[in-house]
T-cell receptor, first 108, second 115 residues
Framework: GQNIDQPTEMTATEGAIVQINCTYQ??????LFWYQQHAGEAPTFLSY????GLEEKGRFSSFLSRSKGYSYLLLKELQMKDSASYLC?????????FGKGTRLSVIA | EAGVAQSPRYKIIEKRQSVAFWCNPI?????LYWYQQILGQGPKLLIQ????????DSQLPKDRFSAERLKGVDSTLKIQPAKLEDSAVYLC?????????????FGPGTRLTVT
């Protein structure tokens, strides 16, 4: 089976940096995704990692360590609009499995 | 490029009633997914189609849920009869193909409330 863990809630200050962690256990590994989901809206794609290391895309970066079953999403220069849920999803030998999401609140 | 379309956006029904949801994926996307997202949780895959064939329906409660994708384009998801625990947002997503990396594009979802 597959198990994905991420913190339920986080709070950070506007302009700061926040790191959202995700640990996973899967049978097989074919990539890890991060999605952003604003309240009442559909998830939107943020990043994809299949090899170890850091992928940077603007203010957002995602890191993967396959040997540790660990990933993180790094958000820099936080803005109020970054308040949302961040979903870690893993594709193992089965279709994509999502974690429960981390609700991030950005405060002034 | 038009996104994934879903209807209705909201639906309220009583338990034991039936309901159907419709999804139109992005043009040219061969793979279509239906997810159930209960409040406070991540989306859970119900069924995945590749064109009009089922790839995975292992988490679909087949005694009450059914889905079809005629002609490999639009899809409908039906619940008959509904239970209280079916209250959730039903998300449709599509991707160009299935495989290691094909980004899934999600529709706005249908929020179902069963009373």
């Amino acid at each position: 089976g597959q198990n994905i863990d991420q913190p339920t809630e986080m709070t950070a200050t506007e302009g700061a940096i926040v790191q959202i962690n995700c640990t996973y256990q899967t049978s097989g590994f074919n990539g890890l995704f991060w999605y952003q989901q604003h309240a009442g809206e559909a998830p939107t794609f943020l990043s994809y990692n299949v090899l170890d290391g850091l992928e940077e895309k603007g203010r957002f970066s995602s890191f993967l360590s396959r040997s540790k079953g660990y990933s993180y999403l790094l958000l820099k220069e936080l803005q109020m609009k970054d308040s949302a849920s961040y979903l870690c999803a893993v594709r193992g030998s089965t279709p994509l499995v999502f974690g429960k999401g981390t609700r991030l609140s950005v405060i002034a | 490029e038009a996104g994934v379309a879903q209807s209705p956006r909201y639906k309220i029904i009583e338990k034991r009633q039936s309901v159907a949801f419709w999804c139109n994926p992005i043009s040219g996307h061969a793979t279509l997914y239906w997810y159930q997202q209960i409040l406070g949780q991540g989306p859970k895959l119900l069924i995945q189609f590749q064109n009009n064939g089922v790839v995975d329906d292992s988490q679909l409660p087949k005694d009450r849920f059914s889905a079809e994708r005629l002609k490999g384009v639009d899809s409908t998801l039906k619940i008959q009869p509904a239970k209280l625990e079916d209250s959730a947002v039903y998300l449709c997503a599509s991707s160009l193909l299935q495989g290691r990396f094909y980004e899934q594009y999600f529709g706005p979802g249908t929020r179902l409330t069963v009373t």
